[in-house]
């Protein structure tokens, strides 16, 4: 997907003779705020976002996870690049949590894609007909979403699943371009979990839709209706528990609760 160039070998400092570990991308491509408006569709996007080094603390966590590993995985290639979005460029439904993980997404390249809250996500999601099938290993699995995009506001997977203010202002332009591109079909937006909800909000000012004061608060099944100000029709912003391992373990949250979320998104995207 990504002509990223994966380093084979480290490159020795001229200083201390050490060799460091390679890079992993060797072609950024520059600032959100300034490359992300100039993307025509929705690949190129993704292709943009996946050589995005703008967060030096986020480039660092996600290439020391990929070298350091976990124990189970230490045998695959890592990504350890920002994960773009996933899913059709016409979708009516999009999915949004907050960031990759570390040993998830951030291993495979595809969000929710090779963990646990994957594994709870994408069964839900072909249960209710939005997925080709209830499994998502990895970016070969041959998986396709059906009306839906799967996207997060930050792209890379951060320590201790906590981005900074600044790393998702940063990467905040990616999302609102992500929206713009959509926007021809997207009438619906689930987000998994409050800290999503509350980095998805500026998003979708910035984009074209109106956020209400006060801002629309998040719940479980919350639901606020967004006018735009292009003229075209509404968006429908909708909140879910996140899929998280502790939320399905301490049942705040169950797979029949996400498929009424799903369900209830259909309908109010008119998805059949
Ligand atoms: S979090 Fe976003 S802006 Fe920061 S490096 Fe990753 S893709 Fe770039």
Same mark, same amino acid.
């Given at each position: 997907?990504?002509?990223?160039?994966?380093?084979?070998?480290?490159?020795?400092?001229?200083?201390?003779?050490?060799?460091?570990?390679?890079?992993?991308?060797?072609?950024?491509?520059?600032?959100?705020?300034?490359?992300?408006?100039?993307?025509?569709?929705?690949?190129?996007?993704?292709?943009?976002?996946?050589?995005?080094?703008?967060?030096?603390?986020?480039?660092?966590?996600?290439?020391e996870v990929a070298?350091?590993?976990?124990?189970?995985?230490?045998?695959?290639?890592?990504?350890?690049?920002p994960v773009p !979005?996933?899913?059709?460029?016409?979708?009516?439904?999009?999915?949004?949590?907050?960031?990759?993980?570390?040993?998830?997404?951030?291993?495979?390249?595809?969000?929710?894609?090779?963990?646990?809250?994957?594994?709870?996500?994408?069964?839900?999601?072909?249960?209710?007909?939005?997925?080709?099938?209830?499994?998502?290993v990895s970016l070969?699995?041959?998986?396709?979403?059906?009306?839906?995009?799967?996207?997060?506001?930050?792209?890379?997977?951060?320590?201790?699943?906590?981005?900074?203010?600044?790393?998702?202002?940063?990467?905040?332009?990616?999302?609102?371009?992500?929206?713009?591109?959509?926007?021809?079909?997207?009438?619906?937006?689930?987000?998994?979990?409050?800290? !999503?909800?509350?980095?998805?909000?500026?998003?979708?000012?910035?984009?074209?839709?109106?956020?209400?004061?006060?801002?629309?608060?998040?719940?479980?099944?919350?639901?606020?209706?967004?006018?735009?100000?292009?003229?075209?029709?509404?968006?429908?912003?909708?909140?879910?528990?996140?899929?998280?391992?502790?939320?399905?373990?301490?049942?705040?949250?169950?797979?029949?609760?996400?498929?009424?979320?799903?369900?209830?998104?259909?309908?109010?995207? !008119?998805?059949?």
């Open positions: 997907m990504s002509p990223t160039l994966r380093a084979t070998r480290g490159v020795l400092c001229q200083f201390c003779g050490v060799e460091k570990p390679p890079e992993l991308i060797t072609d950024p491509s520059g600032e959100p705020a300034d490359a992300a408006p100039g993307a025509g569709d929705l690949a190129e996007l993704d292709e943009l976002v996946g050589r995005c080094t703008a967060c030096p603390r986020l480039v660092e966590w996600r290439e070298r350091v590993k976990r124990a189970a995985f230490r045998d695959e290639d890592y990504w350890g690049r !979005g996933f899913g059709p460029s016409d979708a009516e439904i999009a999915i949004v949590g907050l960031a990759p993980a570390a040993h998830g997404g951030n291993r495979t390249g595809r969000m929710f894609t090779g963990d646990r809250s994957g594994d709870v996500l994408f069964q839900a999601l072909h249960d209710v007909g939005l997925a080709s099938q209830p499994e998502s070969h699995d041959g998986l396709r979403l059906h009306h839906t995009r799967i996207t997060a506001p930050v792209h890379c997977a951060p320590p201790a699943n906590k981005p900074t203010p600044a790393e998702r202002d940063t990467c905040r332009p990616w999302l609102v371009r992500e929206l713009d591109l959509l926007r021809p079909t997207l009438r619906v937006v689930v987000v998994l979990g409050g800290f !999503g909800w509350q980095s998805l909000l500026p998003v979708l000012a910035d984009a074209v839709w109106q956020v209400p004061r006060p801002r629309p608060k998040f719940g479980h099944l919350a639901h606020a209706e967004l006018p735009a100000t292009d003229g075209g029709p509404p968006l429908h912003l909708l909140g879910c528990y996140h899929v998280s391992q502790r939320n399905v373990q301490t049942k705040l949250m169950s797979p029949a609760m996400l498929r009424e979320v799903l369900e209830r998104a259909k309908d109010l995207a !008119g998805v059949a």
